[in-house]
């Protein structure tokens, strides 16, 4: 590059729009279109609100752009992922709807997608602006970025080629291993809502490895320019061969290029020359060049040209420009808010959606009534025939209907992939299995054959196989030779109707356990192995027991005091103990008796004793002067049982700590059976009865495990539904050890 | 050392160190979990809200400074300075070559111009070959189900 052409460079350098900006610090128009194009992509807002992802009729498109169809907002399909589902299942369905599109995206777009319109392309160009050292591009990024080529071989091909095709075993690798989009979209996005909360417990070693790749990916990138894209992504890597000859992209005008290089020098991309592979067609290099050589353009349409300098474009033509673009932006804008309204208003999928939630409604009213019959039924049995009242009906009838642990699953009934149906109902004295899978979900697959040696080894059991989608031509030709003969497979309708009724969520494979009385007992979206599978049945089969025993045998905890919770959250001392005569309320007597009498924190605890499980009994009036953590939890709530260690090693530690944990379900025996082998001998184990009369008085929600701690007053001091750590109980004992 | 570099090298070591410890966060939850799962708790989560809220609370205080530096960093116009400048790497440089020569040219040649009126005629044929051979569907299946390996769930 001569002297000359040097100092041309530099003096326009200073006047480039890019220059101008910047000093204003505007975002460019390149910057408007990429968070134009994000929300876009992700226009169902409602998601983010609700936690649950858009299931319409759009997600059979793909977005040009690296977008997770799992994120919430996402309104379309990753085109990557898609790409590796369509390779996985090529044995059987060949992958040419994904081909065409991205060879599509790409024949017309080229890498312009890479520059203008992804969101992790905007995400990261953000990260870069944090103001930090930059590592800038040299012959050892420029080596670095032919790695995406290896990604895109060995994970977007190779490995879902050679599992799906090869062994039948879905494996997206790139999704699985290594997309940071889909754990900050998808992960991030749907976890961060408490709908999804139970999503937490699927989180293993997966997601941990996608966690620090994400966090090693985001920190590349503050340092170094579009570290993803330039090194890993392999979407860029397959709009990149099309680059060359792509519809839209940046272009130069031989006759006016001189060769000087700035362009390629003051790239941040490891471009070799303008429009190659490696070009995002961002546009910077239009301001660069000092001789008017470069262009964006669309087939013959010029999108940005050189607009100062000898040879910038002449000012009517930059005027008419700058017109189709205002008019361009106006219709655009148009399509975003129409995009929005659609998709968060008015999409058919809403109006489905509420449909199967007012059928679900009819149907947990249908069986309340059934299940009243039922109880009536049972109670007049118990009266004539001991023997008989033991039948599951009589106890869980009195439950909530719904799917959580502890509720009455609605009854339903569905048409079986090998005909005749199923009906709920008729497999009450059994336990059940409903298990939620697809044909695309690699960790339901994974589990089924472990379905089936449990049903081989417990015949009694019921196991459900429910396909998550529409389509029983699919599933049966995929099944056909699997060899799981002893399950029932079924599919849900287009609606998925089923789901919706049974709250399950869109996360597969979903499980829910039912004893036999019907009582879900587990439910959760998390793969099961085979011993945990075992586990979950025998559970639900003591758990039968549990309840019978505790129904019949009047296991029930004597003192359980049957007040209503509104009585007990409003009541004065006097009123509490009227309302329950066996709760004597010793807090008139206390320093503290001027308090309301409730469960809320700064109220007084209403009075209540129980029998333990290991012999005596506790009253709480008797333990006041010293702190009293009341916990309630189950023995089929996996975060209860895993913090109740806590509160033994809370207990040796502070011996004056009074921990008292009740079963919130009655059943004495089961209780005792779950604790034997436990070694959690320092605490006090009771059951509530089956009225659930403490909880009630206490105002302790269904979702378990609920802690109430209690300063030496009685006074509460913490009262939620979460499940605490030792240092989390180690604290809230110190405190209200000090709030007295 | 300006100012500016302090401030810059501040923030990096700040970013450095979020990252570092969400990272660590990350692995002593799932180790711990390990450990409690290997000890036959089948049903231990490695993962809970109130974990990883746990984990997350210590690290917020850094999370909001490193952004409250990157905030006044940008007010400031505090950058590198050396990132905008033209790349002088030598190695780098030797392959560059006559760009006008290599460059996409503004017009197409013929060939290109074939080829791309061929891919698109590929790219349908493919869409519509896709849509009957079921792939459409295939799509909209895994699109419509939250897919736990990409999460990071599965």
Request: net charge neutral.
């Amino acid at each position: 590059m001569d002297n000359t052409m040097k100092n041309e460079n530099k003096a326009l350098e200073k006047k480039t729009p890019e220059n101008k900006r910047k000093k204003m610090q505007r975002p460019g128009t390149r910057r408007l279109v990429q968070l134009y194009a994000a929300l876009l992509y992700n226009a169902n807002l409602k998601g983010f609100i609700d936690g649950h992802i858009y299931t319409g009729n759009l997600k059979a498109t793909c977005v040009p752009g690296f977008n997770c169809y799992s994120c919430p907002g996402a309104v379309a399909s990753c085109p990557l992922g898609s790409l590796q589902n369509a390779l996985n299942a090529a044995g059987h369905t060949a992958p040419w709807y994904v081909l065409g599109i991205l060879a599509l995206f790409g024949v017309i777009l080229g890498r312009t997608i890479c520059g203008w319109i992804c969101p992790l392309g905007l995400i990261q160009e953000l990260l870069h602006k944090i103001p930090t050292p930059k590592i800038r591009k040299s012959h050892i990024t420029r080596k670095l970025s032919y790695l995406k080529y290896v990604f895109l071989a060995v994970f977007v091909i190779a490995i879902p080629l050679i599992y799906g095709v090869g062994q039948g075993i879905i494996l997206p690798g790139f999704c699985k291993f290594i997309c940071p989009a889909g754990t900050f979209e998808g992960a991030v996005g749907l976890l961060q809502n408490p709908v999804n909360a139970t999503s937490f417990y699927q989180l293993g070693a997966v997601f941990t490895n996608k966690w620090v790749i994400m966090l090693v990916i985001g920190l590349a990138c503050i340092f170094c320019y579009r570290s993803f894209c330039r090194f890993i992504c392999p979407l860029g890597a397959i709009y990149g061969f099309f680059n060359r000859f792509a519809l839209t992209g940046v272009k130069v005008n031989p006759d006016r290029c001189n060769s000087c290089g700035l362009c390629v020098m003051k790239c941040q991309m490891d471009i070799k020359h303008v429009g190659d592979h490696e070009c995002i067609s961002c546009g910077k290099c239009i301001d660069t060049c000092a001789r008017g050589a470069i262009s964006l353009k669309c087939g013959k349409i010029t999108l940005k040209g050189p607009e100062i300098g000898k040879n910038a474009d002449p000012e009517p033509v930059i005027q008419k420009r700058k017109k189709i673009g205002r008019i361009a932006w106006g219709i655009a804008i148009a399509v975003l808010v129409f995009a929005v309204c659609w998709f968060n208003f008015i999409e058919p999928a809403i109006e489905k959606a509420n449909e199967p939630a007012a059928a679900a409604a009819v149907t947990e009213q249908a069986t309340v009534e059934t299940g009243s019959a039922e109880t009536k039924a049972g109670s007049e049995t118990k009266e004539s025939a001991p023997e008989e009242a033991q039948k599951p009906q009589a106890v869980a009838a009195d439950l909530p209907v719904g799917s959580a642990v502890g509720n009455l699953l609605p009854d339903f009934s569905t048409d079986l992939l090998s005909g005749g149906d199923f009906k709920l109902s008729d497999h009450r004295g059994h336990v059940v299995i409903i298990n939620f899978w697809g044909t695309t979900c690699a960790p339901c697959i994974a589990e089924l054959p472990d379905y089936e040696k449990l049903k081989v080894a417990y015949p009694d059991v019921e196991i459900l196989a429910i396909h998550a989608k529409a389509g029983a031509k699919k599933a049966k030709a995929f099944l056909e030779d699997k060899g799981w003969d002893h399950l029932d497979f079924a599919t849900d309708s287009k609606e998925k109707e089923i789901m919706k009724l049974l709250n399950v969520s869109e996360a597969l494979p979903s499980t829910i356990v039912l004893n036999p009385q019907g009582v879900v007992t587990y439910h959760a979206q998390a793969p099961l192995s085979y011993e945990k599978l075992e586990a979950l049945y025998k559970a639900a089969l003591t758990d039968d027991q549990g309840r019978v025993n505790g129904a019949v045998a009047e296991a029930a905890p004597e003192a359980a005091v049957e007040a209503a919770p509104e009585a007990a959250a409003e009541a004065t001392p006097e009123a509490a103990a009227e309302a329950a005569p066996e709760a004597a309320v010793k807090a008139a007597a206390e320093p503290a008796a001027n308090l309301p009498v409730g469960s809320a924190e700064g109220n007084l605890l209403p009075d209540f004793s129980t029998d333990l499980l290991n012999g005596g009994d506790f009253k709480l009036s008797d333990h006041r002067g010293h702190v009293v953590i009341l916990n309630f939890w189950g023995t089929t709530c996996a975060p209860c049982i895993a913090e109740l260690p806590d509160y033994e090693k809370l207990k040796v530690a502070y011996p004056d700590v009074e921990i008292l944990a009740i079963h919130a379900k009655a059943g004495a025996k089961k209780a005792k059976e779950f604790l034997e082998d436990k070694g959690w001998d320092h605490l006090d184990f009771a059951t509530d009865s089956k009225e659930k009369g403490i909880m009630k008085l206490l105002n302790v929600s269904e979702a378990l495990p609920s802690t109430i701690v209690l300063n030496p007053k009685g006074v509460v001091t913490y009262h939620a539904q979460a499940p605490l750590s030792y240092e989390k109980l180690e604290a809230l004992y110190k405190a209200a050890l000090a709030d007295q | 050392m300006t100012r500016k570099k302090t401030f810059l090298i501040v923030q990096s070591l700040l970013c450095a160190l979020v990252a570092g410890l969400l990272a660590a966060s990350a692995l002593c939850l799932y180790f711990d979990g390990a450990a409690k799962q290997a000890e036959g708790d089948l049903f231990y989560y490695m993962y809970t809200r109130e974990r990883v809220g746990a984990k997350l609370l210590p690290i917020l205080p850094l999370l909001f400074c490193a952004f409250g530096m990157t905030v006044s960093g940008l007010i400031l116009g505090v950058k590198d300075e050396n990132a905008d400048k033209p790349v002088r790497d030598e190695k780098l440089l030797r392959d560059l070559g006559s760009i006008q020569a290599k460059a996409v040219h503004q017009v197409a040649t013929q060939s290109e111009l074939y080829l791309r009126v061929t891919v698109i005629a590929l790219a349908v044929g493919l869409i519509v070959a896709g849509i009957l051979n079921g792939g459409l569907e295939d799509v909209l299946a895994k699109g419509a189900t939250i897919c736990t390996e990409c999460v990071g769930l599965g």
